[in-house]
Every structure is written in C-alpha cells, then in structure tokens.
C-alpha cells in the first residue's frame, strides 16, 4: 500500500488569505483525484489529475500534479468559509470500474470568518 | 449523478452484539463496491473491496471474520461487525465505482456512524 503524506495535517487561517496544502509519495501513480469531506458526510470529488505538470483550475482553488507525479498540491485563493472541511488526495489504482482509493492523511482545513 | 445511500446513518449498539451495515446503489449498477472506515481526526481507511457474486478482498490487517461482506446484488452491498466491541466505534462510509469506462468519479454514501457502548 502507498503511503501518500499530506501537509500540513491541520490548517486554520482567516477568511481571505491564500494557503497551499500538498501530498508527496515516493511512488508514481498514473493519476490522482483530490476529495472535500465535511464532518459526517462522504468525500465530494473535486478533480481528477493524469498528466505529470498538469494544472487545472476550479473557481478558486488550483491543483497541480507533479512533473515525475509524485505529489500533487491544492492551492485555495482568497479562502472562505465554506472551504472549510478535510482534504483528502488519493491515486487511483486499478481499471476503469474497478478503482480502488487509498486515501492521504488528509489535511484538516479550517477558515476563520 | 449517481447516487450512493447507507442505512443507517447512524446506529448505537451494546458490547458484543452485531450491526449491519447496508450501502445501495440507487441508480446504476456496482459490480465492485468499497468499505472505508475514519476514526474521529483522521482519513479513510480501505477496508475491504466488496464483490457482487464472489468473495470480498480485504486489506491487511482487516479481520475477515469481524467485518462480514456481502454483496448480494448489483445494488446492494452490506456490512456485518460482528461481536462489536468500543474500539469499532467508527464513521463507517461506503463507494462505489462508475461503470467501466463512463468516468473517473466514484461515488461515496453519507457514512455511517457506529457506536458501541
């Protein structure tokens, strides 16, 4: 099993300021999803990265996936309350139908109104 | 989108009784599901990849005979923890993923919280 880190585990900033949280491994992985779980809900997908280098974009937050795609980072713009919740990275392992998700340590992000 | 959904959401249970678990999906078919379990503070934890028609895969260090699955149809996929003792009070959560080649996404139900007094 791949053990994905991410940093930092707890984060807790004021409404509007930017952060960055990241997920390193030292294994390759062929692609790499990012999740929100707020408290007592399931994971939400955010996004989906495939290509070493490859940067998209959804509204205010940036995810980036490695060159060697190894790690990934998540950077929030302008954070707001809302952002708030548990941020998890995991790879994807398997075919299609046939996935299987082994989650970071996840990130625990906390915006102050 | 596809929908995942668990009974129940939450479910308080004595000492070494058993609890089961269900998860559905409600509008397609899931040949393979996912059981995860988080403890307060923490990530997901695979546990074990559920199987419709066949025997379920576990990750290590998950006890087979603890944490009964059984996916009994295309929709359906359920959760025994049997002879359950405090240390398995956890946020229990179940996925799914879509049909071959549809999409990347996988679907999660809203968890389950078990406690065990």
């Known amino acids: 099993t791949q053990l994905l880190e991410q940093s930092p585990q707890f984060l807790s900033i004021q409404e509007g300021e930017n952060l960055t949280v990241y997920c390193n491994s030292s294994?390759?992985?062929?692609?790499l999803q990012w999740y929100r779980q707020e408290p007592g809900e399931g994971p939400v997908l955010l996004v989906t990265?495939?290509?070493?280098?490859e940067v998209k974009k959804l509204k205010r937050l940036t995810f980036q996936f490695g060159d060697a795609r190894k790690d990934s980072s998540l950077h929030i713009t302008a954070a707001q309350p809302g952002d708030t919740g548990l941020y998890l990275c995991a790879p994807r392992e398997g075919d299609f139908g046939n996935e299987k998700l082994t989650f970071g340590t996840g990130t625990r992000l906390t915006i102050i109104p | 989108g596809a929908v995942v959904s668990q009974h129940p959401s939450w479910v308080i249970c004595k000492s070494g009784t058993s609890v089961k678990i269900e998860c559905r999906s409600l509008d397609f078919q899931a040949t393979t599901m996912f059981w995860y379990r988080q403890f307060p503070k923490q990530s997901l934890m695979l546990m074990a990849t559920?199987?419709?028609?066949?025997?379920?895969?576990?990750e290590q260090g998950v006890e087979k005979d603890k944490f009964l699955i059984n996916h009994a149809s295309l929709t359906l996929s359920t959760l025994t923890v049997t002879s359950a003792h405090p240390e398995d009070s956890s946020f229990y959560i179940c996925?799914?993923?879509?049909?071959?080649?549809?999409?990347?996404?996988?679907?999660f139900g809203p968890g389950t919280r078990l406690t065990v007094t």
């Open positions: 996925s799914a993923p879509p049909a071959a080649g549809l999409s990347y996404e996988q679907y």
């Open positions: 294994s390759v992985f062929s692609s």
């Open positions: 990265v495939v290509t070493g280098g």
């Open positions: 559920s199987n419709e028609g066949s025997k379920a895969t576990y």
